[in-house]
């Protein structure tokens, strides 16, 4: 099995801040790149939670998009408020196909919810707008 974490494409890509993506997903994980690819730019992909967590880059998270499901009894929710205690500065969102209305409240506490199923252009374009030229 492919590895998206791993799986860094470079070609004509520009990367001044990073803009990371964690589903569980390879499916809407290859989307999220390919979509940002599209306009030019590198997508970081984790499939795992403690993958992103244990990022070592040199390149400061500009904003991360966060599926809500995660599997493992871990959710989106958790990852974000793990990933500002460490750093405050990246905006967060979350990507997600259904939730309570009492859970969306708390997530729009935190970010922007999108709808998995009908908002792939919306967060590629939210995740797009945290792009800076080098």
Same mark, same amino acid.
């Given at each position: +099995? ?8 470079? =070609?004509?890509?520009? @990367?001044?801040?990073?803009? *990371?993506?964690? $589903? &569980? ?6 989307? +999220?790149?390919?979509?940002? !690819? /599209? %306009? =030019?730019?590198?997508? /970081? ?18 904003? @991360?998009?966060? $599926? +809500?499901?995660? =599997?493992?009894? @871990?959710? !989106?929710?958790? @990852? #974000? /408020? ?6 405050? #500065?990246?905006?967060? *969102?979350?990507?997600? #196909?259904?939730?309570?209305? /009492?859970?969306? *409240?708390?997530?729009?506490?935190? =970010?922007?919810?999108? $709808? %998995?199923? %009908? $908002?792939?252009? %919306?967060? *590629?374009?939210?995740? #797009?707008?945290?792009?800076? &030229?080098?």
């Amino acid at each position: +099995m492919n590895d998206p974490d791993k799986q860094l494409s470079t =070609g004509e890509q520009r @990367v001044c801040c990073s803009l *990371a993506y964690l $589903d &569980d997903s390879l499916l809407a994980l290859r989307t +999220m790149r390919k979509a940002l !690819g /599209e %306009k =030019g730019l590198l997508l /970081e992909t984790y499939s795992q939670p403690q993958r992103l967590l244990s990022r070592k880059n040199d390149i400061a998270l500009a904003a @991360v998009l966060l $599926d +809500m499901d995660l =599997g493992e009894s @871990v959710d !989106g929710s958790q @990852v #974000a /408020e793990a990933l500002l205690t460490r750093d405050p #500065a990246p905006a967060i *969102a979350f990507f997600t #196909a259904s939730v309570a209305p /009492e859970r969306l *409240a708390r997530l729009a506490r935190i =970010g922007l919810v999108f $709808d %998995k199923t %009908k $908002d792939l252009a %919306k967060a *590629a374009a939210w995740l #797009a707008s945290f792009h800076r &030229d080098p």
